[in-house]
């Protein structure tokens, strides 16, 4: 079964830090991983879109990299704002079942003015 | 029109009530999801609806019975719940199932008393 872990659970930082955020799965066969963002008691909000066959994706401040061999993807913050502060989740979407979607715990994001 | 609406946003119910939550989209989605989300916890999958058909039900308890009257709307009926069932409930939508961004909407905090 998939397993997702994100590093760190927390992170806080000053404003205008650069950052990074990681997400690891244990299975190599997927074929998406897609990155969110969770404001307290609300929805998710898709940030990024990773294929599997893709190395990376940028959207403005926000950078994800995926490495499918060794099970990693990372998503770098640049010069962060108190703004990005949540909770930042990746779920991987499996090769043999499109269906199933996997998501890790999150990473809780406080940038701080 | 690139949004995600569920009502209500807000649900206080009993277990003997039997209550209904909704979930639309007007992107022209065929695929459409409910998730669970417990607090500081991931969301899990809880149905897959593709084509207005139900394609995957994660063993979910039959006191949550989802219904897809039309390809834009998403239906959640609640019968006899628990109080562990209380939760965030999510639902999102994707153009096909598997292959596309998810797109969530804000959710409904459902309190069972």
């Known amino acids: 079964k998939q397993e997702v872990t994100q590093i760190p659970a927390a992170l806080s930082v000053p404003e205008g830090e650069n950052l990074v955020l990681n997400c690891s799965f244990t299975?190599?066969?997927?074929?998406?991983l897609q990155w969110f963002r969770q404001d307290p008691g609300k929805g998710l909000t898709s940030l990024l879109l990773i294929q599997s066959s893709q190395r990376e994706q940028t959207s403005g401040r926000l950078n994800a990299s995926l490495d499918k061999s060794s099970g990693r993807s990372t998503l770098y913050i640049a010069a962060s704002q108190p703004g990005d502060s949540a909770t930042y989740l990746c779920a991987v979407r499996a090769e043999d079942n499109f269906n199933k979607f996997y998501f890790g715990s999150g990473t809780k994001l406080n940038v701080k003015p | 029109d690139t949004e995600v609406t569920q009502t209500p946003k807000h649900l206080v119910m009993g277990m003997t009530n039997k209550k209904s939550l909704k979930c639309e989209q007007h992107m022209g989605h065929r695929a459409m999801y409910w998730y669970k989300q417990k607090a500081k916890k991931p969301p899990e999958l809880m149905f897959v609806?593709?084509?207005?058909?139900?394609?995957i039900n994660e063993s979910v308890p039959s006191r949550f019975s989802p219904e897809c009257p039309n390809s834009s709307l998403l239906n959640l009926h609640l019968h006899a719940l628990q109080p562990e069932d209380s939760a965030l409930y999510l639902c999102?939508?994707?153009?096909?199932?598997?292959?596309?961004?998810?797109?969530f909407g804000p959710g409904t905090r459902l309190l069972v008393l």
């Open positions: 299975d190599s066969a997927i074929y998406n």
């Open positions: 609806y593709s084509y207005e058909k139900l394609s």
């Open positions: 999102a939508s994707s153009f096909r199932v598997g292959l596309e961004t998810q797109y």
